[in-house]
């Protein structure tokens, strides 16, 4: 598989919907869109889901859900991705099967080398960056020695750092040696998603 150097997230912490934060990803003309709502229930969600997931089928552009193993399965979408609490990454691929992107959440070492053992993952998300207000409970904020060590155990996995990533934090990112980034609430903080991501994609 190419991997794209950006993820690009929504976030429940905007004052569009999550159908609308997908379509301006869309006309930006992003590779990869993972619908991030954690403030619904999956039957709130299935419409709002599906609608995205046909508009990212429009433009060839991989969709994956936050957490939602059932609803992903459902709808068909390309993936899901699911942090530490979410449905054991094992028992995801068992369900899902071969064909199906699994991401799973790593924040030490020790998750890392669980990532690996466990054989099924397609790529993680390594994190935090930096401190962000889209997630509760945030792990501590990893320094540079953590970033070595992690992507060491990591080896070939595929690693994206997440938290609190903008623009002007890219070179020092993509330093680190992850595969890339995921980019979730500065996408939407000016009017146009697509300056932003051309931003990002400016500094590659």
């Known amino acids: 598989m190419n991997w794209p150097t950006y993820m690009c997230l929504t976030t429940d912490g905007s004052e569009r919907p999550h159908t609308d934060q997908v379509q301006a990803l869309c006309s930006a003309g992003v590779d990869w869109v993972q619908l991030r709502a954690k403030e619904m229930s999956d039957q ?18 991989t969709f994956v859900l936050n957490d939602r193993l059932d609803l992903a399965l459902r709808l068909g979408a390309d993936g899901v991705h699911l942090g ?9 691929r068992e369900r899902a099967g071969a064909g199906f992107l699994i991401g799973g959440t790593v924040n ?3 998750d890392a ?25 945030l ?16 080896g070939d996995l595929p690693s994206y ?12 990112v993509l330093a680190l040696g ?27």
């Open 44 to 61: 709130e969600l299935e419409s709002i889901a599906f609608e995205c997931m046909i508009r990212c089928r429009e433009i060839g552009s």
């Open 161 to 172: 750092a997440i938290g609190g990533i903008e623009p002007a934090d890219i070179p020092e």
């Open 113 to 137: 080398e669980r990532a690996v053992a466990s054989g099924v993952l397609d790529y993680v998300g390594v994190g935090p960056f930096k401190f962000t207000h889209t997630k509760k409970n």
């Open 84 to 92: 530490k609490l979410d449905t054991p990454w094992a028992e995801a």
């Open 139 to 154: 792990a501590p904020v990893l320094v540079e020695s953590d970033w070595r060590a992690i992507l060491e155990t990591l």
């Open 108 to 110: 030490s070492v020790d």
């Open 178 to 204: 992850v595969t890339g980034a995921a980019i979730c609430s500065v996408l939407y903080r000016k009017p146009n998603v697509s300056d932003i991501y051309q931003t990002l994609l400016n500094t590659l």
